[in-house]
């Protein structure tokens, strides 16, 4: 299999062999001739940059040949060169043992002796990884379960939904059926867990577990749950990954083993449908094995699906919220039977040990729902078997908004607000570009602005907290970098990038192997492909070096993230958090390096050793200057293809990195994780306005503490930790009033819109903005169902009486207001609705 960046040089070496002559050996005369035989030079044998030899360094190999317009061909992988192989067209990056051997092809010559050369690379190991208390210090592994190791064959085709399974997945993919399952289970994971330690993963998202529709959802293809989206009964383990009577025991012994090794584990739950309509089970929906209706049954007075066309317009927020995703049968979650099903079914998790979860298709799930459901995992004291591992659940949804797309600020200030964290999409385009087609690090450099700006703009543009944004370059749903055109290289910049960029990185299985595939050029399904080595290779030993870095360093891990010289290829970043400095250069052009001048940097005067030990091509650089703060760098080259990292470690008073759930009621516990706590407890202050509250604490670490939320009003507050004489940063935080239910707030009889006004929803509590009448600090922008009418589900305080109204805001800022506030009693439990007219 070829990439696209290779393909594209083959195809040029076969445009240039058309014009390659085919010279006679000898031409002219006659027989009796005297003139000699012309005899055609030979060209020049190439000649290779670095000699063959043993380096313990990634090597940059450069081919030249001096004969005038020879092209150069070559290979890697032991075969001899031809005028098919490879055009040499910049360094080749070798960065484990290889033998180049290269060919030189020109016009009115005969071709060259082949040059070839072998270095043995015997890269240095890398530093041990320190055990971490708080996943921002390590990294997640996504795991699409089927794709990944079948660890029990007697799960293969299961007898309760036969002849799914295709054995030709994992060991000949060619001739597999990519949409049927390949045999993959939660054993398989088990088994393998030893590997994913050795990298220092900190904690996998594996795809959903539970049971998926036991039948052929396909026409002519088979179409299965393999991915697990597919969803038929949130209550039970699918028997292809765990055993044939669809029970927890994989599942638990996944968790207990996976914990024992230091490993979280998050699920991801696909809240927002079930299966597909009209084919397979036709959206079938199960309790614990009982049927409890299908699309096509679901006639009742409250129904469980929306029976809406599929979404065609992702700019529309009703369509998004209450219209179908894909053709899957889209759940009603605020059909009361609908939402304590969902909410007992990630409790469920919770209680078989999990540390989180992934929420599948945030965006397209009720917003306004899914802060109750933030609420109730925040709020959750069960006790779990196996136990979970410490702190409290780290969510994260996904919503695939770009920054300059219509929703993007709902993104943001749906993550703000509900506490649920997003996956990174807007920076993934950004990084896809980057390292997948050679795009500019304006690029990224611009994102990270953005994202990192707060909410003080109107709409808000940044996330409060961008430390709990999870960031990704690969995952199951789009075409690997690979198969977008980055070579292994470029996928080792990518991987340098992500896991020392802020956020908690996601690495997506099989990267590290430099797994992918071309076909359909890695669209789905063809970029979720069999795992098929689980050996060292270059590219774990980066992981490793990088899980070791931010593991002991909390630059890394809590720190600001500054960018200190950039151009479209040269990302020089620096991230810090007191006097732990981290500086990252990454040099992408294939073939200049960069003369480096005015750089500057927090790290304290003195020489840096690249701290990944020119592994990755890079060198040491020098500080000069005092130690105020801005210290020049010694002017340097920064090579082609390389990444080079500058650390310094030391002493770090209170700071906070992150704070687990970031909202929550007064009661519920909260994970504090950060450094410079010190070892023995001090005190940590929750402070609404002017009032400060300390809070108990129930665990204490340098590195993390657990306190309860103490009894404050409800509203945006602060969290600080003191210890001695510091005091921490203040991290947000918000309180609620009490346990959020979902209310359906719709009014009929709306004013005419134009074109930029929204309509926006207000009220006397906190979780109805508090009065407010900005975008920000309002609800909504709301859904318009139709003309006339709005209709917004608010996550508000069980068993109060709440007051509300609607208002259009237009685009000045004024607005248009009903003429009186509504008075709403909210039910102590289950789902409300409120219609009003306006
Ligand atoms: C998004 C998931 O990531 C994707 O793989 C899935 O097909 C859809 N949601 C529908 O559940």
Request: glycine content about 10%; some cysteine; hydrophobic content about 35%.
């Amino acid at each position: 299999m070829v990439g696209a960046r290779q393909e594209l040089t083959r195809f040029k070496s076969m445009a240039l062999l058309g014009t390659v002559a085919v010279l006679l050996a000898g031409c002219g005369g006659g027989s009796g001739s005297t003139t000699p035989p012309v005899t055609t030079p030979q060209a020049a044998a190439p000649a290779l940059s670095v000699s063959t030899g043993t380096y313990a360094t990634l090597q940059s190999v450069a081919i030249t040949d001096s004969t005038a317009g020879a092209t150069i061909y070559y290979t890697t992988n032991g075969s001899a060169p031809t005028a098919s192989s490879a055009v040499y067209t910049a360094p080749i990056p070798v960065a484990t043992t290889t033998t180049i051997e290269a060919l030189a092809i020109a016009n009115g010559y005969t071709n060259s002796n082949v040059t070839s050369a072998t270095y043995t690379i015997n890269l240095p190991a890398a530093p041990a990884i320190a055990p971490i208390t708080d996943i921002h210090q390590g990294f997640i592994y996504q795991i699409v379960t089927d794709r990944f190791f079948d660890g029990d064959a007697t799960n293969d085709n299961p007898s309760e939904s036969p002849g799914l399974y295709d054995s030709n997945g994992f060991t000949n993919p060619a001739n597999a059926d990519w949409n049927l399952y390949w045999g993959g289970d939660l054993a398989g994971i088990q088994q393998k867990l030893g590997y994913l330690q050795s990298m220092g993963v900190a904690g996998i998202w594996i795809s959903p577990p539970m049971n998926n529709i036991r039948v052929n959802a396909g026409t002519s293809n088979g179409e299965t749950g393999y991915h697990g989206y597919w969803t038929r009964d949130f209550t039970q383990i699918d028997e292809h990954f765990g055993d044939a009577s669809n029970s927890w025991t994989a599942f638990d012994s996944l968790v207990t083993a996976a914990h024992a090794d230091g490993i979280r584990v998050y699920v991801d739950f696909p809240a927002n449908d079930t299966n597909p309509i009209g084919a397979g089970e036709n959206g079938s929906l199960y309790n614990n094995g009982t049927l409890i209706t299908t699309y096509s049954t679901d006639t009742g007075a409250t129904p469980y699906y929306h029976h809406n066309p599929n979404i065609t317009n992702y700019e529309d927020r009703y369509q998004v919220q209450y219209y179908t995703l894909e053709g899957l049968a889209d759940l009603d979650q605020t059909n009361p039977w609908v939402d304590s099903y969902l909410k007992t079914a990630v409790t469920n998790f919770l209680a078989h040990g999990v540390d989180g979860f992934r929420f599948d298709a945030a965006q397209e799930t009720n917003w306004g729902w899914e802060y109750s459901l933030e609420n109730t995992i925040a709020n959750w004291n069960g006790t779990s078997s196996p136990a979970r591992m410490p702190g409290q659940p780290f969510i994260f949804g996904e919503w695939d908004e770009g920054s300059g797309d219509a929703l993007y600020p709902d993104s943001v200030k749906f993550s703000n607000n509900s506490g649920m964290n997003l996956l990174d999409y807007t920076l993934y385009w950004q990084l896809a570009d980057v390292f997948g087609t050679n795009g500019s690090f304006y690029d990224i450099d611009n994102e990270l602005t953005l994202e990192n700006k707060g909410s003080t703009t109107t709409p808000a543009q940044g996330f409060t907290q961008p430390n709990d944004l999870v960031t990704f370059f690969d995952n199951h749903d789009q075409p690997r970098i690979m198969s977008q055109g980055a070579d292994k290289m470029a996928v080792k910049e990518a991987i340098s990038f992500l896991l020392t960029c802020r956020g908690v990185p996601v690495v997506y299985y099989g990267d590290e192997q430099y797994l992918y595939s071309d076909t359909d050029r890695g669209a789905v399904p063809y970029n979720r492909n069999g795992m098929t080595s689980f050996g060292s290779t270059d590219a774990t030993l980066l992981i490793q070096y990088l899980a070791a870095l931010r593991a002991a360093n909390p630059a890394v891990a809590y720190g600001t993230m500054v960018q200190r010289w950039i151009n479209n290829d040269v990302y020089i970043y620096e991230r810090q958090l007191d006097t732990n400095v981290v500086l990252v250069a990454i040099n992408k052009n294939p073939s200049t390096d960069q003369a480096i001048s005015g750089l500057y940097t927090d790290l304290a005067p003195g020489s840096y050793a690249d701290y990944l030990a020119q592994t990755m091509g890079g060198l040491g650089i020098t500080v000069t200057g005092t130690a105020s703060g801005n210290n020049p760098v010694t002017n340097f080259t920064l090579p082609h293809r390389s990444v080079s990292i500058w650390v310094s470690s030391g002493s770090v008073s209170p700071s906070i990195g992150s704070v687990t759930p970031r909202i929550a009621n007064p009661g519920a516990p909260v994970t504090i994780s950060g450094a410079g706590f010190g070892a023995t407890a001090g005190t940590v202050n929750f402070a609404v306005g002017t009032t400060s509250l300390p809070a108990s604490v129930r665990n204490w670490s340098s590195g993390q503490i657990t306190v309860t939320v103490p009894a404050l009003a409800a509203g945006p507050a602060t969290v600080t930790v003191t210890q001695g004489a510091a005091t921490s940063n203040a991290a947000p935080f918000t309180v609620n009033t009490a346990t959020l239910i979902p209310v359906n707030f719709s009014v009929s009889g709306t004013p005419t819109l134009a074109s930029t006004d929204v309509i926006m929803l207000t009220g006397n509590v906190a979780e109805l903005g508090n009065g407010a009448t900005t975008w920000n600090g309002a609800i909504g922008p709301v859904t318009i169902p139709a003309a006339g009418s709005a209709l917004e589900t608010v996550s508000v305080p069980a068993g109060a009486t709440v007051q509300f109204e609607f208002f259009v805001l237009h685009s000045d800022g004024s607005i248009t207001q009903e003429s009186a506030m509504h008075t709403y009693p909210v039910p102590s439990m289950g789902v409300g609705n409120d219609a009003v007219n306006w």
